[in-house]
């Protein structure tokens, strides 16, 4: 390992006689023992490790990590390894936690990770690991923390993750990851949920109750929220902003005794508003910018102090501050959520395909560029 490291100062008295156990921890380097065994090793750099040779093996470095039996924890973070996670990785069979963050680690997971049965962290973000989520990812039973940001990940999240009974944490943001979340609900543990920045959609994810965290950002989820949000009572950030999500808006979930944050802006959610809706008094950040609510915004939002930002604009409330749509616009946007079918497809098959609708008990013909006396409909995608 002192020669793969290309000797860094922090460890250049080290000789075969030297006490890694008692050894001082420094900024680049820390060991960890028990009974004169290594059971930890954390060697970061910043973005690039000032000793590491060019061409570093890291089929040679996990090599050598495999010859340390009690390893339980492995920390290799920014230290510009590039090239395969090597298969080697699955010697490591006492691995209780692995971060090999910040590198530049491509091409797909290894199938020999699913060795490490022992591991309860798996952290691989800032990468640049691509393919799909492999199956094997449900194969660590004490798993708690699953964290892949920031790589090129691509495909549907596999249903595997529905075997992670102990899972508490999951971080998929900043990935390329398409078509529906699994069924998540019956992961009782599960806490903080982060698919910021991906493809992911239609449907609106089913999460568990004990969520405290819950950021959907930058998705593509085009269908009503759950129900079951309303019984996260320990939910603190709740960011479901920049989809196209309808139906009517929640105002339960202001009232939520855990909330701190909440951020719906940038979808389509409906519904009227008024001044004597309850709020957590907690709360100190609300975004409902750029959707078709209308009413009025609940006393209990109005901004009270310069730590609270509350923010509405680009709706249909009566309040002008922040800048609001006409009525119209907003009743004639929500007509045509009534009318739009859960399935893309069906949507399209709709609208090319017919010259007449039915819509509250009457038939609606088609004139060719409008539905006379329907406003709001358009004959598009």
């Known amino acids: 390992m002192k020669q793969l490291l290309n000797f860094p100062e922090e460890i250049s008295s080290w000789s075969d006689n030297a006490d890694f156990c008692n050894t001082e921890p420094s900024q680049i380097l820390t060991l960890s023992c028990y009974e004169d065994s290594i059971t930890q090793l954390h060697v970061t750099g910043n973005n690039w490790f000032p000793h590491l040779i060019q061409d570093l093996s890291a089929v040679s470095l996990f090599s050598n990590l495999a010859s340390f039996p009690d390893l339980k924890v492995l920390s290799l973070v920014s230290l510009g390894l590039k090239g395969p996670l090597p298969p080697e990785i699955g010697k490591l069979s006492s691995l209780e936690i692995l971060n090999v963050s910040s590198n530049y680690f491509d091409g797909s997971i290894p199938r020999e990770i699913s060795s490490l049965k022992n591991l309860q962290t ?75 920045d991906n493809n992911l959609g239609p449907q609106f994810p089913s999460f568990p109750t004990k969520l405290i965290s819950l950021v959907l950002r930058k998705n593509k989820f085009y269908s009503a929220i759950s129900d079951g949000l309303k019984s996260c009572y320990q939910l603190q950030k709740l960011d479901i902003s920049l989809n196209e999500l309808i139906g009517p808006f929640l105002p339960s979930l202001l009232s939520l005794p855990s909330l701190t944050y909440l951020d719906i802006a940038g979808n389509k959610f409906t519904g009227k508003l008024s001044q004597n809706i309850s709020c957590n008094t907690d709360l100190v950040f609300v975004n409902l910018s750029e959707n078709r609510l209308t009413g009025e915004l609940p006393d209990c939002l109005q901004p009270d102090s310069k730590s609270r930002v509350i923010l509405y604009g680009g709706n249909c409330l009566s309040r002008r501050y922040q800048q609001q ?27 090319e395909s017919s010259s007449c609708i039915k819509y509250g008990g009457r038939n609606w013909w088609w004139n060719g560029t409008s539905w006379p006396g329907l406003s709001g409909f358009q004959k598009k995608i």
């Open 122 to 196: 798996l952290i691989l973000d800032y990468n640049r690991f691509t393919g799909q989520v492999p199956d094997l990812i449900g194969s660590f039973p004490a798993l708690t923390v699953l964290s892949l940001k920031n790589n090129s990940f691509s495909g549907q999240l596999p249903n595997s993750l529905t075997n992670l009974g102990s899972l508490r944490t999951l971080v998929i943001s900043a990935n390329n990851l398409s078509g529906q979340v699994p069924v998540l609900h019956n992961l009782t543990n599960l806490q903080v949920v982060d698919f910021e």
């Open 325 to 351: 749509h006409p009525y119209s616009f907003c009743h004639n946007e929500a007509l045509a959520v009534i009318i739009s079918p859960q399935k893309q497809q069906e949507k399209k098959a709709l609208w």
